[in-house]
């Protein structure tokens, strides 16, 4: 599903396809020889790294773009956390169904149970009917989560980059939390962590003392960017229609 979200989010511009697809496929080949099994690259490779991989090479066409647009590239970064996550959320809605990216089985009331049999789970779990942790359900709930407070941020003048740094952090602890729930094949890396997990640490430890700077900057200087309006204009003429509408509500806001 993270292809068909590189080519329908609002950027899709021709650059983006093919960046997305050959970043996936490539990504696809490494961890296929990496795993060397046949069930975990059909499983756990597709539904476990598609996120990443979609959100790096994602990175890496809007730094491209901005970069050829002459757009503010943090400013650019900001306003696509919203349709992002909005677009993990959608992607989340079809492991559901698939029955891949499952979780480990519960006693909890809200367990699923899957009877299909081309379902991803272990074939016995399927006939003997164990309810399992929802876990793509999890994660939509936390994205959505994790869009309220984006969407709620949009009517306050924060410093450039902050509500990606929001939506980084958010993301990754969110993963790292929710893969304790998984039983989908995964192997271990590093310290019981799957590679998921790993990957989201790091994120983490760069990201979260970078987010409490920008708070602290923002409450030394709640108007930090109030001499930068002057680039408001510059930046409309340069940038794609409609493209600075995400949080120009605050700025406006702001200036009356």
């Known amino acids: 599903h993270s292809y068909v979200l590189c080519l329908f989010s609002p950027f899709s511009k021709p650059l983006s396809r093919p960046f997305g697809l050959d970043f996936l496929l490539r990504k696809y080949l490494i961890f296929s020889w990496f795993m060397g099994d046949e069930t975990i690259m059909k499983n756990y490779v597709l539904c476990l790294f598609f996120q990443y991989g979609m959100i790096i090479g994602g990175l890496a066409t809007v730094a491209v773009y ?138 983490l430890i760069f990201s979260i003392p970078l987010l409490l700077r920008y708070r602290r900057i923002k409450q030394l200087h709640p108007r930090i960017e109030k001499s930068e309006s002057g680039r408001v204009a510059s930046d409309k003429k340069s940038s794609p229609k409609g493209l600075d509408k995400g949080f120009e509500k605050g700025e406006n806001k702001h200036r009356t």
Not at 88 to 111: A, D, E, F, K, N
Not at 150 to 165: D, I, V
């Open 66 to 203: 901005a970069h050829w647009r002459r757009l503010p590239l943090l400013r650019f970064l900001d306003l696509i956390t919203v349709p992002l996550l909005a677009g993990l959320s959608l992607g989340r809605v079809g492991c559901i169904v698939q029955g891949c990216c499952y979780g480990t089985p519960t006693t909890l009331p809200w367990g699923f149970v899957y009877t299909h049999p081309a379902s991803f789970l272990p074939a016995d779990w399927i006939a003997r009917r164990v309810p399992i942790h929802p876990a793509p359900l999890y994660e939509i709930l936390w994205f959505l989560a994790l869009l309220s407070i984006l969407l709620a941020l949009r009517a306050h003048l924060l410093p450039k980059g902050m509500p990606f740094l929001v939506f980084l952090v958010g993301h990754s602890a969110g993963r790292f939390i929710i893969m304790f729930f998984r039983a989908d094949p995964v192997r271990p890396v590093f310290a019981g962590l799957d590679l998921v997990q790993v990957i989201a640490l790091p994120i």
